[in-house]
Nanobody, 116 residues
Framework: QVQLVESGGGLVQPGGSLRLSCAAS?????????MGWYRQVPGKERDLVAT???????HYAEFARGRFTISMDNANRTVDLQMNSLIPEDTAVYYC?????????WGQGTQVTVSS
């Protein structure tokens, strides 16, 4: 059983920063994995924020480029998301993901609220 546990969400003022962390535990035998962050607001679909693969290849949503940075410790199966210059539109539940084919795992989500 693989579990993903997120931390680091909370309330931040516009222009501020937050760092989200996610740790995966369980039996992950794949040498190659893709970890990532997605976000979702009520009534809308879950959107990609950023992903990072074993070896360091990254992919960012357009809104995340230049403001967010994803990083991964492949050996420890952890992934972080540094979010800077936050705006109210970044308010959402952020979910960590781990793709280890043929499986896709999700964390429980952490709330990020950007408000003054």
């Amino acid at each position: 059983q693989v579990q993903l546990v997120e931390s680091g969400g909370g309330l931040v003022q516009p222009g501020g920063s937050l760092r989200l962390s996610c740790a995966a535990s369980g039996n992950i035998v794949n040498a190659y994995v893709v970890m990532g962050w997605y976000r979702q607001v009520p009534g809308k679909e879950r959107d990609l924020v950023a992903t990072i693969a074993t070896g360091g290849r990254t992919h960012y949503a357009e809104f995340a480029r230049g403001r967010f940075t994803i990083s991964m410790d492949n050996a420890n199966r952890t992934v972080d998301l540094q979010m800077n210059s936050l705006i109210p539109e970044d308010t959402a539940v952020y979910y960590c993901s781990l793709r280890a084919l043929p499986y896709l795992y999700w964390g429980q989500g952490t709330q990020v609220t950007v408000s003054s």
